[in-house]
């Protein structure tokens, strides 16, 4: 049991390294909301067009600084958001994928 334990511990502390060692960078893309007319496409479904990439996170945000006509079937603004490596930001951009600016 202790091997066990230490073997998820080695694991996640690896991830966390990998994670912030400057290495990462978000990407996004918008997920197809309209006004009037629900959300659109899930984090996890959306993520499937990174085949390939390791997603080292995922999230839905907004995108920030830029405004939407209040009108039905007009945009929302809402993103899926995707941590990845740098060496993978090409793929991502092939894919339809923007880098997230950091404010």
């Keep these: 049991m202790n091997k066990l334990i230490a073997l998820i511990l080695s694991a996640t502390l690896a991830a966390c390294a990998a994670v912030s060692d400057g290495q990462t960078i978000q990407v996004y893309k918008l997920d197809g909301a309209r ?7 899930s984090v996890q479904e959306m993520q499937k067009e990174l085949s390939g990439i390791r997603v080292y996170g995922a999230e839905k945000s907004a995108l920030q600084g830029v405004m939407f006509p ?14 990845i490596t740098e060496a993978d930001v090409k793929k991502a951009q092939a894919r339809g994928f923007q ?5």
């Design 35 to 41: 006004q009037c007319e629900g959300a659109g496409i």
């Design 70 to 83: 209040a009108v039905c079937g007009g945009g929302t603004g809402s993103i899926n958001v995707y941590t």
């Design 99 to 103: 880098l997230l600016e950091s404010e």
